[in-house]
């Protein structure tokens, strides 16, 4: 009677599974990346990605926050293994030099927002005015206890790095991209910067991740648009505020949308979320 049983919770388990392994499918921690580039052009670093794609090497570049382009690419199990790639680059005279950014580097883990390069306005103080001695107070105030937050706040980070690519004309995989592959190659470099690996194509990055109502998205959160759950052609990443950002048509600038506009809410077929 037990082995029987025991035979049926293993095939009720084995029943169960692909369902619940569709949700992560294509979903994975990224490895080892190569970069390599200080492009100040950014076409120079598009036709340097274009160069690199043509070779079969899926590569992506961005803006970094000296104001210079870099190229990005792999998924290498080791250290080792990436530094044997780019070598053979070098040899081949493909690339000069090169870096190996090890897993789970977030490129962009600061907030960076209209004048955040500013001096705080404490610390500006008009010519001549005294300092003044700081009298103690006879009772320390009892420090306002800070709300808890996740240690690393992956999908804040995922907003905050999409925004960096805002102004930025974007291509992916250069002549030969197919339609609605610019939108979801963008999303996969963002996330890309973020550690993690997901699919290529919108249609497969919506049927990843998992199902996020409109009401409840946050940042990093993917919205995805079409005419139906099995036709999507376009997806962006929500960075708050009833916005996202995505990259429209081939070539145009990467930017900023409302999610209910008008033509995005008429599409609008759903969310996920990966972190």
Same mark, same amino acid.
């Given at each position: @009677?037990?082995?029987?049983?025991?035979?049926?919770?293993?095939?009720?388990?084995?029943? /169960?599974? !692909?369902?619940?392994?569709?949700?992560? /499918?294509?979903?994975?921690?990224?490895?080892? /990346?190569?970069? @390599?580039?200080?492009?100040?052009?950014? =076409?120079?670093? $598009?036709?340097?990605?274009? %160069?690199?794609?043509?070779?079969?090497?899926? #590569?992506?570049?961005?803006?970094?926050?000296?104001?210079?382009? #870099?190229?990005?690419?792999?998924?290498?199990?080791?250290?080792?293994?990436?530094? &044997?790639?780019?070598?053979?680059?070098?040899?081949?005279?493909?690339?000069?030099?090169?870096?190996? /950014?090890?897993?789970? $580097?977030? &490129?962009?883990?600061?907030?960076?927002?209209?004048?955040?390069?500013?001096?705080?306005?404490?610390?500006? *103080?008009?010519?001549?005015?005294?300092?003044?001695?700081?009298?103690?107070?006879?009772?320390?105030?009892?420090?306002? !206890?800070?709300?808890?937050?996740?240690?690393?706040? @992956?999908?804040?980070?995922?907003?905050?790095?999409?925004?960096?690519?805002?102004?930025?004309?974007?291509?992916?995989?250069?002549?030969?991209?197919?339609?609605? @592959?610019?939108?979801?190659?963008?999303?996969?470099?963002?996330?890309?910067?973020?550690?993690?690996?997901?699919?290529?194509?919108?249609? $497969?990055?919506?049927?990843?991740?998992?199902?996020?109502? %409109?009401?409840?998205?946050?940042?990093?959160?993917?919205?995805?648009?079409?005419?139906?759950?099995?036709?999507?052609?376009?997806?962006?990443?929500?960075?708050?505020?009833? =916005?996202?950002?995505?990259? !429209? *048509? +081939?070539?145009?600038?990467?930017?900023?949308?409302?999610?209910?506009?008008?033509?995005?809410?008429?599409?609008?077929?759903?969310? +996920?979320?990966?972190?």
């Amino acid at each position: @009677m037990f082995l029987r049983l025991l035979i049926l919770f293993i095939l009720n388990l084995a029943a /169960a599974l !692909p369902a619940s392994a569709t949700q992560t /499918a294509g979903i994975s921690r990224l490895g080892y /990346a190569i970069q @390599m580039g200080a492009f100040a052009d950014v =076409k120079n670093a $598009e036709r340097f990605t274009t %160069k690199l794609q043509s070779k079969g090497i899926e #590569a992506f570049y961005f803006r970094k926050d000296n104001g210079v382009y #870099a190229v990005r690419f792999g998924d290498f199990p080791s250290k080792e293994k990436a530094r &044997v790639v780019a070598n053979r680059l070098v040899s081949e005279h493909l690339i000069d030099s090169y870096y190996v /950014a090890p897993p789970n $580097e977030v &490129v962009f883990s600061r907030p960076k927002i209209a004048g955040w390069q500013q001096p705080q306005p404490d610390e500006i *103080r008009k010519p001549g005015t005294p300092l003044l001695p700081v009298v103690p107070k006879e009772t320390a105030e009892k420090p306002v !206890p800070k709300p808890a937050k996740k240690e690393r706040d @992956m999908g804040a980070i995922a907003a905050r790095t999409a925004e960096r690519f805002v102004g930025i004309p974007y291509r992916w995989g250069g002549e030969n991209v197919v339609d609605g @592959m610019d939108c979801s190659g963008f999303v996969r470099a963002v996330y890309n910067l973020c550690g993690l690996s997901i699919p290529r194509t919108s249609r $497969e990055q919506f049927k990843a991740g998992d199902l996020i109502k %409109k009401d409840d998205l946050q940042d990093g959160d993917l919205v995805f648009f079409g005419s139906s759950a099995d036709n999507i052609n376009h997806v962006g990443i929500y960075v708050g505020s009833g =916005k996202f950002v995505h990259a !429209p *048509r +081939r070539g145009e600038e990467i930017r900023v949308t409302a999610v209910d506009e008008s033509y995005f809410e008429k599409r609008f077929v759903g969310a +996920r979320r990966y972190f």
